[in-house]
């Protein structure tokens, strides 16, 4: 036998098998009090807590989910927000939105004079009639008013050292003079008697349009179907349109009725403001609040809804959701109209403005919440708001898809009242800039400065620009400084 086997018997004998199997026992006796320790201690937490047993420790599944609970109910850990220092301050070329006080550029704008060549309406002065369309009225007398911050900032009597050349048509002045006052319907002759008449001496008598086709004159269409209502509407496309239909929609940009990149979006005017002359911060405080009481509506609109089907295409069926439960809500407050006292009072008292589209994604009655520091609830997707470009809509306005529309009193709900407050805080601060009667010329050279490639410049000649100085401002007198204060 061999040595190894030798050693093998022996370590297989009796005696030695004995104290082999002794000393692999003890080696795990430890474990004894080690389980029995684990033991008690679960039962001293069933007895702290006696929601917690082993059947909900194992019911978890490994999921966690219920012993993520109770471990967060038992063990709560208070959190402390870390505050980190704040940033420095960024140089107003690097901040958006921007300062519309510190200019992109300043061109000079040529305004054609009236003459009767531009027919016969033109130098005839119609009265001022109700309605929403007033927009190319009030833009063409700041242009012209010489007192005017506008025409300080912007305009030359001189056409041969002028960036841009406004033309003064009021086509929805003679087609509201046509179907509100004289009640005649149709196109009421407008391109035989007004368009072409003004066309007409702009292109021909005027040596300006042709230098560029048209590209750096300017037209406002303020109605509906902008440049579609004039059958010689061909003669004006190259010009830039100051229109307040913007509208991302395929079916809006093949018909021509808002180009993207050829218009201008502008504020509407509004009947209650621009024609009635009613001013808002009359009516508020300084910061925007009730004179007395308070904002105890939570949502209002007037208008039309109470014919309007969800499947319609008018308001694309929206308007449809007041008449079928909105409108019963105790803190709504929703009518087809009021008179201009009942509004006001009304409008100081709102939260929420309700701006759902109707015929076009815009609507005139954001203007008058903004003027009154009501918050304003979009519902029209593919708008495109005035000037944004220059202004943070999202900052002072409440924008809900159509297919959510549905739950719209649910998600105002959910706004806390923190950042109801901001948004109502930047809305009078700082959104009423867009209103026409406050920096609408401001924000409206800004996209022209854009659209001519004359960011940074100052016109000297029409042929010749400097670099603007850094701490160049737009010129403002102290009452239009008073309105943003």
Not at 182 to 206: F, L, S, T, W
Request: hydrophobic letters at 35%; one cysteine or more.
């Amino acid at each position: 036998m061999s040595n190894h086997n030798t050693f093998y018997a022996k370590a297989s004998s009796p005696a030695l098998n004995l104290i082999k199997n002794s000393w692999r026992t003890r080696k795990y006796l430890f474990l004894i009090p080690a389980v029995f320790s684990a033991w008690s201690f679960l039962l001293l937490i069933s007895f702290i807590n006696p929601q917690f047993s082993l059947e909900t420790l194992y019911s978890t599944g490994g999921d966690g989910d219920d012993l993520s609970i109770v471990t967060t109910e038992t063990n709560s850990i208070s959190y402390n927000p870390i505050i980190l220092d704040p940033l420095p301050p960024l140089q107003d070329l690097f901040v958006w939105p921007p300062n519309i006080r510190r200019p992109l550029c300043l061109p000079k704008i040529f305004v054609y004079p009236d003459s009767a060549k531009m027919g016969e309406f033109q130098v005839t002065e119609v009265p001022p009639m109700g309605t929403n369309y007033v927009a190319e009225q009030i833009l063409l007398k700041q242009l012209r008013d010489k007192a005017s911050d506008v025409h300080k900032n912007y305009v030359t009597e001189n056409p041969e050292e002028a960036d841009f050349f406004y033309v003064p048509f009021l086509g929805s002045k003679y087609l509201a003079d046509c179907w509100f006052t004289k009640g005649i319907k149709g196109d009421c002759d407008v391109d035989e008697k007004y368009a072409e008449p003004m066309m007409n001496h702009i292109q021909r008598d005027y040596p300006y349009w042709n230098r560029t086709l048209g590209r750096d004159h300017i037209i406002t269409h303020p109605m509906d179907s902008t440049s579609l209502y004039y059958k010689s509407r061909a003669r004006m496309q190259n010009a830039t349109f100051l229109t307040t239909v913007g509208d991302r929609r395929v079916v809006f940009g093949v018909d021509g009725r808002s180009r993207r990149y050829g218009d201008i979006v502008i504020p509407s005017s509004t009947a209650l403001i621009n024609l009635a002359h009613v001013n808002g911060a009359d009516y508020l405080t300084v910061d925007g609040q009730p004179k007395s009481g308070e904002r105890d509506i939570f949502l209002l609109f007037g208008g039309r809804y109470q014919d309007v089907k969800p499947e319609d295409s008018y308001s694309s069926g929206i308007r449809a959701l007041l008449f079928n439960g909105l409108d019963q809500q105790p803190d709504y407050m929703i009518a087809s109209s009021w008179s201009n006292p009942e509004y006001i009072g009304l409008l100081t008292r709102a939260k929420y403005g309700f701006a759902p589209q109707g015929y076009t994604l815009d609507t005139t009655r954001i203007w008058e919440y903004i003027a009154f520091g009501v918050v304003p609830v979009v519902i029209a997707d593919g708008i495109i708001e005035p000037f944004e470009d220059d202004l943070d809509w999202d900052s002072f306005t409440v924008k809900i898809r159509r297919e959510e529309a549905h739950r719209m009193d649910e998600i105002l709900r959910s706004i806390s009242a923190e950042d109801y407050e901001q948004k109502r805080q930047a809305l009078w601060s700082y959104g009423r800039q867009a209103l026409l009667d406050h920096g609408a010329w401001d924000l409206i050279v800004r996209a022209l400065c854009r659209k001519g490639r004359l960011e940074g410049m100052r016109t000297i000649t029409r042929d010749q620009h400097e670099q603007l100085g850094a701490d160049t401002l737009i010129l403002r007198s102290q009452e239009t400084l008073d309105a943003y204060l």
